[in-house]
């Protein structure tokens, strides 16, 4: 309604302009009336012809793509995407941008197509194209693939955060977690206010036994986001969880404030509430930990790990019938998982 209450009045703009000087040339000499014409032209040009080829331009190829991802319309969406590329000379520059509105709806093996035929065109200096192709890959379980592509970008650009970034998130991925470390290191260089690389380093040094390291790290994430005011939850959760590892009471105790913070900021994760019950069962704060297990269970009934720590409250509480059920259903809930493809 806005767009066409727009064109209505640039027309009716435009139609009083040249009304005016219609006005005014009746009665002028011809010279005055050639440089009149002239200037009527120039005002046209500037008042008209701009809304009027705003109103043929076609929608961008990438806006109606998305459009129809967004919609569900993948056949459609091919259909148009693969006439669009057949009808102009062949251009890495146009795969790897088709390529990434697949890449933003996650149509991975779309996208992969598209941004290998990027690379095919243009290798070198394409990092974009190998950056995405690695992370598209990594969701279609082809490991080394994925790797050796987040390399690659790395080597085109090393000036790019998120290329070091990815890189490392997938060694560590991968279960290679020293092999990680440099990577992280040069993304926190790069750019030290991402919280995110905290996290990965944190992760990684906790996975190779250095704990005070890991801690330090994850603190600076949760400096980070609070620092930005954000309500992103996990850092207290990847904190609470490194200080859980031991059965010191004191760490039980800054562990539990972790993750109460964390439940603060997301009520609903389940996570958040079993780390509460798992501190407090350290503490040995029965009644509150069945609580937060409780819930736990209740937020994610497929989880087995509440039950278990469950069957130790229940034992705890004297309640043999409650601990029994809930071994049962760990044990239950274990089978099940371990089945699953």
């Given at each position: 309604?806005?767009?066409?209450?727009?064109?209505?009045?640039?027309?009716h703009?435009?139609?009083s302009?040249?009304?005016?000087?219609?006005?005014?040339?009746?009665?002028?000499?011809?010279?005055?009336?050639?440089?009149?014409?002239?200037?009527?032209?120039?005002?046209?040009?500037?008042?008209?012809?701009?809304?009027?080829?705003?109103?043929?331009?076609?929608?961008?190829?990438?806006?109606?793509?998305a459009?129809?991802?967004?919609?569900?319309?993948?056949?459609?969406?091919?259909?148009?995407?693969?006439?669009?590329?057949?009808?102009?000379?062949a251009?890495?520059?146009?795969?790897?941008e088709?390529?990434?509105?697949?890449?933003?709806?996650?149509?991975?093996?779309?996208?992969?197509?598209?941004?290998?035929?990027?690379?095919?065109?243009?290798?070198?200096n394409?990092?974009?194209?190998?950056?995405?192709?690695?992370?598209?890959?990594?969701?279609?379980?082809?490991?080394?693939?994925?790797?050796?592509?987040?390399?690659?970008?790395?080597?085109?650009?090393p000036r790019?955060?998120?290329?070091?970034?990815?890189?490392?998130w997938?060694?560590?991925?991968?279960?290679?977690?020293?092999?990680?470390?440099?990577?992280?290191?040069?993304?926190?260089?790069?750019?030290?206010?991402?919280?995110?690389?905290?996290?990965?380093?944190?992760?990684?040094?906790?996975?190779t036994?250095?704990?005070?390291?890991?801690?330090?790290?994850?603190?600076?994430?949760?400096?980070?986001?609070?620092?930005?005011?954000?309500?992103?939850f996990?850092?207290?959760?990847?904190?609470?969880?490194?200080?859980?590892?031991?059965?010191?009471?004191e760490?039980?105790?800054?562990?539990?404030?972790?993750?109460r913070?964390?439940?603060?900021?997301?009520?609903?994760?389940?996570?958040?509430?079993?780390?509460?019950?798992?501190?407090?069962?350290?503490?040995?704060?029965?009644?509150?930990?069945?609580?937060?297990?409780?819930?736990?269970?209740?937020?994610?009934?497929?989880?087995?790990?509440?039950?278990f720590?469950?069957?130790?409250?229940?034992?705890?509480?004297?309640?043999?019938?409650?601990?029994?059920?809930?071994?049962?259903?760990?044990?239950?809930?274990?089978?099940?998982?371990?089945?699953s493809?």
């Amino acid at each position: 309604m806005n767009e066409t209450t727009d064109e209505h009045r640039s027309v009716h703009l435009c139609s009083s302009v040249v009304s005016f000087f219609c006005s005014l040339l009746g009665d002028a000499p011809l010279g005055k009336v050639r440089c009149s014409i002239i200037w009527l032209c120039i005002l046209c040009s500037l008042f008209l012809l701009p809304g009027l080829y705003a109103m043929v331009q076609p929608e961008p190829i990438t806006s109606q793509l998305a459009n129809l991802l967004t919609a569900g319309k993948l056949a459609e969406a091919d259909l148009i995407s693969k006439r669009y590329l057949s009808e102009r000379p062949a251009s890495s520059e146009t795969f790897l941008e088709i390529g990434r509105v697949y890449f933003d709806h996650d149509q991975w093996e779309r996208a992969a197509d598209l941004l290998r035929e990027s690379i095919k065109l243009k290798n070198q200096n394409n990092d974009v194209a190998h950056l995405l192709l690695g992370l598209s890959l990594a969701e279609l379980k082809q490991a080394e693939e994925s790797e050796r592509e987040l390399l690659v970008a790395v080597q085109q650009n090393p000036r790019s955060e998120i290329n070091w970034y990815f890189a490392g998130w997938r060694l560590l991925q991968r279960s290679k977690y020293e092999a990680s470390l440099p990577y992280f290191y040069k993304a926190l260089e790069l750019n030290p206010k991402n919280p995110n690389t905290c996290r990965a380093l944190g992760s990684a040094l906790s996975r190779t036994g250095s704990y005070g390291l890991a801690e330090n790290y994850y603190k600076k994430a949760i400096e980070l986001v609070e620092q930005e005011g954000s309500q992103t939850f996990e850092p207290y959760l990847d904190l609470s969880y490194l200080l859980l590892l031991g059965n010191q009471q004191e760490s039980a105790g800054q562990a539990l404030e972790y993750a109460r913070k964390a439940v603060t900021l997301n009520p609903q994760s389940a996570d958040a509430h079993y780390l509460c019950g798992k501190a407090l069962l350290k503490l040995e704060r029965y009644p509150e930990a069945r609580n937060e297990l409780v819930s736990a269970a209740q937020l994610k009934p497929q989880d087995g790990r509440p039950h278990f720590l469950l069957a130790q409250v229940y034992d705890r509480l004297g309640d043999t019938q409650q601990a029994r059920a809930a071994r049962q259903t760990f044990a239950r809930l274990s089978n099940k998982n371990a089945t699953s493809p």
